[in-house]
């Protein structure tokens, strides 16, 4: 089984900021395949389990709020006796403009809470990723509250169109795996 973790902030007050980037992405999938979350306390999280293109999949949309998205993924990797290597994790980037992904292997957290926690949780950094760009940032904006903010009226279009381009990154890393995917979208 391959768990996809999606990262973002719990609540309406969060639902289509930046850093909630991760959890639009998973409502596309969700959308496109017919599936709906359902809250598990035991993993702290929305949880649905489907079959995407021929594989079983949980998609996990943590409930910790960002900076403890860790809590949620030992939780399931504990529960269903899962190796790190079988976690998918999509989440928001700054450094990569709206529009653009860029797929990891492996690696530190960029600075960002939300692998930090999980790489803390789990002890590993050997999980594949799809960073979704958010960004520019704006230079006079701390990146705390940038990515907090919503998305300008201008720039629905390309969110949009974003938010479909990232699920579709997703469905190829499923059927073909991270080289590919990476050959494709980075």
Known sequence: MKVITTLGNPGLKYDKTRHNMGFMVADELAERYSFEFKTESKFKAEIARTNIEGNNILI???LTYMNLSGQSVSAIINYYKLSVNDIFVVYDDISLDLGKV???????????????SIIL?????????????VGPQPKFI???????SLFEKEKQELLNASIKYAADAVI???????QKAQNKYN
Do not use: M, Q, W
């Not at 949780?121 to 760009?133: C, I, N, P, Q, Y």
């Not at 190829?172 to 991270?178: A, H, V």
């Open 142 to 148: 701390k990146s705390e509250i940038f990515v907090l």
């Open 102 to 116: 860029r797929f990891r292997a492996k690696g530190s957290d960029g600075g960002h809470n939300g692998i930090k």
């Open 121 to 133: 949780e789990t002890k590993s950094d050997k999980f594949d990723r799809l960073k979704v760009g």
């Open 172 to 178: 190829c890393y499923l059927k073909e795996g991270i």
């Open 60 to 62: 996990c949309k943590p």
